[in-house]
T-cell receptor, first 111, second 115 residues
Framework: QKEVEQNSGPLSVPEGAIASLNCTYS??????FFWYRQYSGKSPELIMF????GDKEDGRFTAQLNKASQYVSLLIRDSQPSDSATYLC???????????FGTGTRLTIIP | GAVVSQHPSRVICKSGTSVKIECRSL??????MFWYRQFPKQSLMLMAT?????????EQGVEKDKFLINHASLTLSTLTVTSAHPEDSSFYIC???????????FGPGTRLTVT
């Protein structure tokens, strides 16, 4: 059974601080990993994906992948109240295979 | 990112009727589309995977005769909820992939209420 686990939270972070979201996965065959943001009542929105060990930065967001530890993380710098949402981690193979989603971490940025 | 649309965004139907939901990829050809369901405060649940021109692959526990999926073209997939019941009330979301990296782009979702 492929599993992706996330801390369910909720996670509260002061505005302007760094929010750190973590995810572990059980399937060593997983090759690509995705972070989605989902606002309440809305569908998920892709933030970033990563498939190489190390860091990948995009604006205020940094995804980190450690395949040896089977660990993926998302850092949000200079957190804003608009970052308050549920963040979903997902893992999968290259191509068009289905993804395995975690249950999500609810993040609240406190003004 | 890729743009995916869904129609309708909200639908209310009576118990026993059928409802069709459309999912379209607007700016790319989606070789694979996925249908999810999400109940309030719960995580996404994959219902089925569909590839253009072939039968959908349903997840365990999802009734294929109740949730009919048609993926007639590289830009359109439909989900029909047949003989809907109140317990089918949920948020139905489609996603599309086709760029080869595996990332899925989600439609805005359809909120179904069965009375």
């Amino acid at each position: 059974q492929k599993e992706v686990e996330q801390n369910s939270g909720p996670l509260s972070v002061p505005e302007g601080a760094i929010a750190s979201l973590n995810c572990t996965y059980s399937d060593r065959g997983s090759q690509s990993f995705f972070w989605y943001r989902q606002y309440s009542g809305k569908s998920p929105e892709l933030i970033m994906f990563i498939y190489s060990n190390g860091d990948k930065e995009d604006g205020r967001f940094t995804a980190q992948l450690n395949k040896a530890s089977q660990y993926v993380s998302l850092l949000i710098r200079d957190s804003q109240p608009s970052d308050s949402a549920t963040y979903l981690c997902a893992g999968g193979l290259f191509g068009n295979e289905k993804l395995t989603f975690g249950t999500g971490t609810r993040l609240t940025i406190i003004p | 990112g890729a743009v995916v649309s869904q129609h309708p965004s909200r639908v209310i139907c009576k118990s026993g009727t059928s409802v069709k939901i459309e999912c379209r990829s607007l700016d790319f050809q989606a070789t694979t589309m996925f249908w999810y369901r999400q109940f309030p405060k719960q995580s996404l649940m994959l219902m089925a995977t569909s590839n253009e021109g072939s039968k959908a692959t349903y997840e365990q526990g999802v009734e294929k005769d109740k949730f009919l999926i048609n993926h007639a073209s590289l830009t359109l997939s439909t989900l029909t909820v047949t003989s809907a019941h109140p317990e089918d009330s949920s948020f139905y979301i489609c996603s599309c992939t086709g760029t080869g990296q595996g990332e899925q782009y989600f439609g805005p979702g359809t909120r179904l209420t069965v009375t």
